[in-house]
């Protein structure tokens, strides 16, 4: 059995309220399993956002009110659990106009009930290593704007996704051959320009500038697009389930029963010193928890799904023509995020590109968004 030390994937710089001893129940949305490439395009849809949630009790809470909630919503005492069907609508704007929803938030918000969560852009997590891979090379200097970098890379290959993925096809991606690079990063750049004539700022030209550059470089790896398996870019999702389990390693943490991650998780024993991480795997029929935490995760993954398919106007127009209900449940949804932040910024995670966190920014708290996105 393979032991995962948590301090090792931890970040060194680790903020004391990591070390709280929580108790932290999940579930996710959109768990696509895998990721490949292959002649035909992808084998999943990667426009929908990946999210491993639930909710978190501070030390010494305890769940309470559940009974009542279950009332207040109209649960049928037969359903032997709460799913997030139970209690809104899958499409994000239907959601957020449904009083079921209301009562949710409201019961965890007046329990100080905390939520986390990690949330992953798909396609952003394929293509990032590009940038990431040029980042190692001390003649590369980039390490200042590398999102920015990435940023634009991104919504340059969401103009024209299945282009692109052609192009990686081509080149066995992720599993690039040494003596290819250059031609690679020439591709690359064909690419950025055909899709992105025009700078919409500064750093569409600075990634035209480096890839540019880059592909003049002698000797030059990205050292993380060798030697992979070709067409597989996402593997699986375990590593953001051992990412909050290190993070958190003072805490519990109760999963719902996924039956890929469980198998994973079974091969390795992450461990804090001689001690090992209190994790297990349980039925959400007998965690009242976990159902909480199939509602949130439910809720999040919509939520990011929805900013990263919309432009800032579109969000704008909708935050426009949206009733006091879909007002009310996302302040309320505002209000557990920041208070969750605010208890520990390590219960809050996502990797996205900057323009959904600036989308995010505007449609969730009003914060301005540069005009690169009007």
Not at 11 to 16: D, G, H, L, M
């Given at each position: 059995m393979h032991i995962i030390q948590a301090d090792n994937q931890r970040?060194?710089?680790?903020?004391?309220s990591w070390d709280q001893p929580l108790r932290l129940y999940y579930d996710e949305t959109n768990n696509i399993r895998r990721l490949t490439l292959s002649e035909v395009g992808l084998n999943n849809d990667p426009n929908r956002m990946f999210a491993l949630a639930g909710i978190a009790?501070?030390?010494g809470k305890e769940i309470v009110g559940w009974d009542a909630l279950r009332k207040e919503m109209g649960i049928q005492v037969s359903a032997t659990e709460i799913k997030y069907?139970?209690?809104?609508?899958p499409e994000?704007?239907?959601a957020l106009a449904s009083e079921r929803l209301t009562s949710f938030l409201e019961w965890l918000t007046e329990s100080e009930t905390l939520i986390h969560y990690s949330v992953l852009d798909v396609l952003f997590w394929s293509v990032l290593d590009i940038i990431e891979s040029l980042m190692n090379d001390e003649r590369v200097n980039i390490n200042e704007v590398h999102m920015e970098l990435k940023n634009e890379l991104v919504f340059a290959v969401k103009v024209a996704p299945s282009a692109f993925m052609t192009l990686l096809h081509g080149f066995g991606y992720p599993n690039l051959k040494r003596a290819d690079v250059p031609a690679f990063l020439k591709c690359v750049l064909a690419f950025v320009e055909r899709r992105l004539p025009k700078n919409r700022n500064f750093a569409t030209?600075?990634?035209?500038?480096l890839l540019r550059n880059a592909a003049k470089l002698p000797r030059l790896?990205?050292?993380v697009l060798h030697d992979n398996e070709p067409g597989e870019l996402i593997g699986d999702f375990s590593t953001h389930f051992t990412h909050v389990l290190c993070m958190f390693k003072q805490a519990s943490h109760v999963l719902d029963r996924e039956t890929n991650i469980e198998r994973i998780l079974q091969r390795v024993e992450i461990r804090n010193g001689e001690r090992r991480l209190d994790y297990r795997f349980s039925d959400s029929k007998s965690e009242i928890g976990i159902q909480a935490?199939?509602?949130i995760a439910g809720l999040i993954g919509r939520h990011f799904t929805y900013v990263l398919g919309h432009s800032l106007p579109e969000l704008q127009q909708a935050l426009d023509r949206f009733s006091a209900r879909q007002h009310k449940n996302l302040s309320l949804l505002r209000g557990l995020i920041d208070a969750s932040d605010a208890y520990s910024n390590g219960l809050l995670h996502a990797v996205q590109p900057l323009d959904t966190w600036l989308k995010n920014g505007m449609f969730l708290y009003g914060r301005p968004a540069p005009d690169f996105l009007r």
């Open positions: 970040n060194p710089y680790a903020n004391p009790l501070k030390p069907k139970h209690v809104a609508p994000y704007e239907g030209q600075a990634l035209k500038k790896e990205l050292i935490s199939d509602v």
